[in-house]
């Protein structure tokens, strides 16, 4: 990256509009802002004066918490709202519920939605800036941001890597997430699992698509499991959550087809013993809490970056 | 306004206390809190080390989120409380949750409350400063408040001119509210709206009211709009929400009537093409959003003066 | 005490744990923090930067409320949970969302669970401190602790006095704690209340049971009412409100009883004529709201002592 380089963005939607260049920059903000969380003091004064209001109009604990603490060690003023603490409950559209909240000179507003595209609209028709905690099935840019600096930090590159993402990919905005960005920055992306939730239309993007779990962990630098949602088992998508865990779940025996030093990646919250045994969970390979501590770090370089960025405003 | 004018109320419970000379001097402090919402850093030392306590026992989103990031840019330390979270749930009486409340050494308590007169009984009875953020039917003042910063703003004055105010009266704090506060500054006011929601009784108090609406648009300055609650219809009120917008709802049509500059307000949240059209909501006349922009302000030099008052403490 | 003597717990759990010195210190720093409150500005910066998680898994108001207000005048940052907000509802692991909050780098942990003990199999797991602010019948420390600080405050010592507590002992975190708390400390503790509510077992522990209230009153220079819940009456704990009321309740009769210097205690919320008439609750003995001030203190003093105590982490 060049020293001129400049973030110029005033929002941040998805992954798949930033070049490889961006996201990049996120990454190296962002671990100068893991120091942050290391030190003593907790704390910059980075956003001081300025305004963030998180609105989780779908609820959320674990993306809100970190939200919140990054935002808290910009120093930034803080609300938190949910459709049910909004005016949305009184038959108020979401734009006129935006515009409300803008007309208080808030200057980031992080949202998290369950339609595809809504932060889109809303960034369009307002001057703050918006960050997407998550629109339906669509994009949840900072969990990527947050697995790929996982990654950098413990292999050093993302180029030229294999990792593996199992689970349930259809539903998944993590799984989206993180191929348009380790696409862009050069990994090998491989999508696993039933084939009912990892339709063929992904190779269309450049990920490689397999049913069997053998074929995906053959090789991976990186084993990244999705959260098998129990109500995808009524809906027929799997037979039963024991036999999804027979088929693709990383346990003491699979795992040895592993390369020693494979991440073993989870979103989160994890079920045991049904993506990961315990044992995997706790094991050595496992980066999971780690991405936990990372995702708070590139969470406060996305807010610094845009709320930084008053050229569209 | 003389310079040595100091304000001396411990509470802000009703515009129907405050003096032509009060009101005049709050808008004027707003006027220079509004300019701290507009600086890079938006906040200001004035209520470090306070403590607010925002107790709403009637839910409200808009102006609790307006209340909360005023007390944040004046540095107040902040603690929300609804009803559900409070002790009320266990049969405490309002008066001993209230009581622990102060207990805590806090400053100032913005209360919402179901019942008229619950904060001037609760006001009486502690030391800390107490704020009306609505009771029942009967007073809103920061809403009125906003409203006529907002008409001060705009118009230059408030004297002399003819503000109509339209829609259900009979349930509306912001339309007692309001009809206190612009008739102390020497406003005429016209309440309008039909017959079994403005009740002739209000004469008496000097407001003007009539049935129809062309008579209350007629030479209107300002126009201001109360929000259609659909439970009163099922209530027997009025036949129907369709019914009310063609008689009582502004639209491309009757807006003709108007002067140019006469300005359009509404309390919010709006019920699109009930109340008004989508193009007159989104119309040049509009202040809709910069009421709620100025709420901000007002909220801000409330909590400033009622802090700053440690005579009756 | 002597001058060297140093706070080593990276947790405060329980009263149990406790040395008699190590109570003292945390009432005489709490002596300390409770001027702070008093000031014009409420705030010390002891805790700036810090990160602090309320996680209430089971609800509460008053206990939240106070830390919350606490840590904000000690500058700390702060974060709110609760179990409904928590990935708990997902089927998390208690342990497994604690160590998420563990890995945003979280310093302290404010906890209450239904579950006696979980405080402690959470504490022994991770690295930041744990505070217990009650866990099931077991144990609520900083409730005791307030409870001290008080009884010292106006009585001037804790050796020697006679402190009745009557009500529901059984069920009662409170009466626990105020046990291992005072007796440690040298006072003579008094359990009084129906024979289904005060077992025989407690006098293995050092405290002298009664099931006649004259008994407890007697002498006693403490007297503190615990909350009496409605639910335990359907449980046939006893046969009705109203009779437990006429046999344990304090009245303007039995006061009388009362040496005239006898603090009336209760840990609140009240129920009005229940444990005590409207008038002994408002009564020249009732150092109830008192109690309440207190607690901001002692919690004050109870965050500083244990996020200063790096050494165990």
């Known amino acids: 990256m060049t020293a001129e380089f400049r973030w ?19 990454l190296d903000t962002a671990e100068e802002f893991k120091k942050v969380s290391e030190r003593n003091v907790k704390k910059v004064p980075a956003l001081r004066g300025k305004t963030v209001v998180n609105f989780f109009v779908e609820p959320s604990t674990r993306t809100r918490v970190s939200f919140e603490l990054a935002e808290q060690r910009l120093s930034a003023d803080i609300v938190n709202m949910t459709a049910s603490t909004s ?22 507003l992080v949202m998290r939605h369950r339609a595809t595209g809504a932060q889109n609209f809303i960034a369009q028709n307002v ?18 941001l947050l697995d790929m600096f996982t990654i950098r930090e413990k292999k050093g590159r993302i180029k030229g890597l ?31 699992g039933p084939a009912t939730l990892v339709p063929r239309e992904f190779e269309e993007a450049g990920v490689k698509v397999c049913h069997r779990l053998e074929e995906a962990l053959e090789g991976a630098d990186v084993v990244n499991l999705l959260r098998i949602q129990h109500e995808r088992q009524s809906a027929g998508f799997f037979p039963s959550i024991n036999e999804y865990s027979r088929f693709f ?33 706790d094991g050595p390979n496992s980066v999971i809490l780690e991405q936990v501590t990372n995702g708070l770090a590139v969470r406060m370089a996305v807010l610094f970056l845009v709320a930084g960025c008053g050229g569209k405003r």
């Open 8 to 26: 110029t963005r005033k929002d941040l939607l998805s992954l798949y509009d930033l070049s490889a260049e961006e996201i990049t920059y996120i």
């Open 87 to 108: 005016s949305l409950t009184k038959g108020e559209s979401l734009l006129d519920t935006v515009r409300n909240i803008e007309a208080l000179q808030v200057d980031l």
């Open 127 to 144: 001057s703050c800036g918006v960050i997407n905690a998550g629109d339906g099935a669509h994009s949840h840019p900072t969990q990527a």
């Open 162 to 192: 294999k990792v593996a993402i199992i689970g349930d990919i259809l539903h998944s905005r993590v799984a989206r997430s993180n191929m348009w960005g380790l696409l862009k920055l050069g990994a090998d992306v491989v999508f696993a």
């Open 249 to 281: 779940g990383i346990n003491q025996e699979n795992i040895k087809r592993l390369k020693p030093d494979t991440l073993i990646m989870h979103p989160g919250p994890i079920n045991r013993d049904v993506e990961l045994d315990s044992s995997v969970a």
